[in-house]
């Protein structure tokens, strides 16, 4: 049987309208007693597929926090600040009339010049068409009554709060911090306060992203899992967290979207945004995460159990590689959100590096699980794609443009010869010193994991911090300055 609830609509973008007046109370109990309002329930076909157990860590609460500020505004509105931006809902407590409205609107920052006055209201174009907005309707308990959602979560700092009687108190709105079961490494502790703040808004920004899967954000209306996302982190995810579970779900979901064709499209699982083939930088991460799990936890299983998909998408992947050679391979993002100026660098560069790079895993992974044909024959690939690779992109002085990325990616690979290697070191310091008088990271996002990572291969862990402690823009550190916290 089945009968109306007071969940009258749910959305992860649009938010929940909860109608407590629906309640039936026991409803869940042996002993409840059905009324006329249930109905016969209709018998439908079940979903297509294979049942399997769940791999994918639960969903958790985290203690709620309480406001830092409320603010009241006119038409009865209240702007509560949590001040720490996350995942998550509000937890209303509220007494009043039988039939009263309540909306909670949730937002990431304060309405701002150039986007509109500074007049305490919130700024919602960010989010595009998602409404995040969650609807109470009281059933007039005279105890009071407590409300959360149960099937939605939004992306937040501030929440307005309109149809409430009375003054809120902060006691009656709290934040409900929310993200998948995951085990948290502790922080490391550092006399750097910068640094400590950068990694302890990394941990936050992950968390508020490991809602099922990895999501390329919180608050707007895509929330879904974006495959870029995951090749680039997956490194200092596992750093941080216990991603085994988490990483072996992802790898199932990828092979359930993997074409016939070998293919893997941009967003996993795939509906809607990117395409089929992914940026090769994107789906970089189906042996990206598969050679996370090898590298960190040890699973030669989860190697196995991906072996054969791998090569299927290793040789889809090269008829991405056209007659012209790698200068023209494909590729839709490239060195995504690049800070301009400088220019980004070509498409076909950052395509034909996670290219080159993922092979190099699954030579290892392929050694790993004593596939030695396999070994030889993608080892002599990789030899192959290197030497095309510098000589499709090198300009006499440089790869491709004189930016941080053209430099930091082949030395990465550690693919430039040895007659030019050291004038490629040079410059690539140099260019990184003279950038805007600091050591600022002009990259998109690839870029900006693997330079740091090349500093370090050449010893210049001492640049690599610097850059980490920027504060002026560009920086990872310039949130610093505002004193928030992000996510």
């Given at each position: 049987?089945s ?11 649009i938010?929940?309208v909860y109608d407590?007046?629906?309640?039936k ?8 007693t059905?009324?006329?309002s249930w109905k016969t ?5 079940g979903?297509v ?6 791999l994918?860590p639960s969903?958790?609460q985290?203690p709620?926090n309480?406001?830092?500020d409320?603010?009241t505004?006119?038409?009865n ?8 931006n996350?995942?998550g809902?509000?937890r209303?407590?509220?007494k009043g ?7 909670l609107?949730?937002?990431e920052?304060?309405l701002?010049p150039p986007?509109?006055p ?5 700024y ?6 998602a409404?995040a907005?969650d609807t109470?309707?009281?059933?007039g308990?005279p ?5 959360e959602?149960?099937f939605t979560?939004h992306?937040?700092?501030y929440a307005?709060?309109?149809g409430?009687?009375g ?9 409900i ?5 995951v ?5 490391i502790?550092t006399?750097?306060?910068i640094?400590?703040d950068?990694?302890s808004?990394v941990q936050d ?7 099922s899967?990895v999501t390329g954000?919180?608050q707007?209306?895509?929330r879904?899992g974006?495959m870029g996302d995951?090749?680039l982190?997956?490194d200092i ?6 991603m ?6 992802m790898?199932?979901?990828i ?12 967003v996993?699982?795939y ?7 992914a940026?090769?930088?994107?789906s970089?991460?189906?042996?990206q995460?598969t ?7 040890g699973d030669?299983?989860a190697v ?6 791998l090569k299927?998408y290793?040789a889809?992947?090269?008829?991405q590689?056209p007659q012209?050679g790698?200068?023209?391979?494909a590729?839709?993002?490239g ?5 301009t100026?400088?220019?980004p660098v ?12 993922n092979?190099?895993q699954?030579?290892?992974?392929a ?11 993608y ?9 095309e690779?510098?000589d499709s992109f090198w300009?006499?002085?440089h ?6 990325t053209?430099y930091?990616?082949p ?8 007659e030019q290697?050291e004038?490629v070191?040079v410059?690539?310091?140099?260019l990184?010193?003279s950038?805007?008088?600091c050591?600022?990271p ?5 870029g ?8 370090s291969?050449?010893?210049?862990t001492d640049?690599a911090l610097?850059v980490?402690e920027?504060?002026?823009l560009?920086?990872w550190?310039?949130?610093f300055?505002y004193g928030v916290?992000l996510?």
């Amino acid at each position: 049987f089945s009968a109306s609830s007071p969940i009258i609509r749910s959305s992860i973008y649009i938010g929940e309208v909860y109608d407590a007046r629906m309640e039936k109370a026991g409803w869940n109990q042996v002993d409840y007693t059905l009324d006329s309002s249930w109905k016969t329930t209709t018998v439908v076909a079940g979903p297509v597929g294979v049942m399997s157990l769940q791999l994918i860590p639960s969903i958790e609460q985290d203690p709620p926090n309480l406001p830092i500020d409320i603010q009241t505004l006119p038409n009865n509105t209240f702007i509560a600040d949590f001040g720490k931006n996350l995942a998550g809902y509000c937890r209303l407590t509220v007494k009043g009339k039988r039939g009263q409205v309540i909306t909670l609107r949730h937002a990431e920052v304060k309405l701002h010049p150039p986007y509109g006055p500074r007049n305490g209201s919130l700024y919602y174009a960010n989010l595009r068409s998602a409404v995040a907005t969650d609807t109470y309707i009281l059933r007039g308990d005279p105890q009071g009554e407590v409300y959360e959602p149960y099937f939605t979560y939004h992306g937040f700092r501030y929440a307005e709060v309109k149809g409430y009687t009375g003054q809120l108190q902060k006691k009656n709105l709290l934040q409900i911090p929310i993200h998948a079961s995951v085990s948290i490494v502790p922080l490391i502790n550092t006399s750097n306060l910068i640094i400590n703040d950068l990694q302890s808004r990394v941990q936050d920004s992950h968390l508020s992203n490991f809602i099922s899967v990895v999501t390329g954000c919180s608050q707007r209306d895509e929330r879904i899992g974006w495959m870029g996302d995951a090749s680039l982190s997956s490194d200092i995810m596992a750093l941080g967290f216990d991603m085994h579970a988490f990483f072996a779900n992802m790898l199932r979901n990828i092979r359930d979207d993997q074409g016939e064709d070998g293919s893997i499209p941009d967003v996993v699982p795939y509906y809607r945004y990117g395409g089929r083939p992914a940026d090769p930088s994107w789906s970089a991460a189906f042996p990206q995460v598969t050679y996370v799990l090898y590298k960190y936890y040890g699973d030669l299983r989860a190697v196995r159990d991906n072996y054969a998909a791998l090569k299927r998408y290793f040789a889809e992947l090269q008829t991405q590689v056209p007659q012209s050679g790698l200068s023209h391979m494909a590729g839709r993002y490239g060195d995504w959100c690049m800070l301009t100026p400088p220019s980004p660098v070509p498409i076909s560069f950052t395509s034909a590096f996670s290219y080159i790079l993922n092979l190099e895993q699954f030579v290892e992974m392929a050694h790993a699980v004593g596939e030695s044909q396999d070994e030889e024959t993608y080892a002599n690939l990789v030899a192959k794609l290197k030497q095309e690779y510098h000589d499709s992109f090198w300009n006499e002085t440089h790869y491709s443009r004189p930016q941080l990325t053209s430099y930091a990616l082949p030395l990465y690979l550690d693919l430039t010869p040895l007659e030019q290697k050291e004038m490629v070191e040079v410059d690539f310091l140099n260019l990184l010193d003279s950038s805007d008088g600091c050591s600022c990271p002009r990259t998109g996002i690839i870029g900006a994991k693997y330079m740091p990572m090349s500093l370090s291969m050449l010893g210049r862990t001492d640049i690599a911090l610097q850059v980490a402690e920027q504060i002026q823009l560009p920086s990872w550190g310039r949130s610093f300055s505002y004193g928030v916290k992000l996510s």
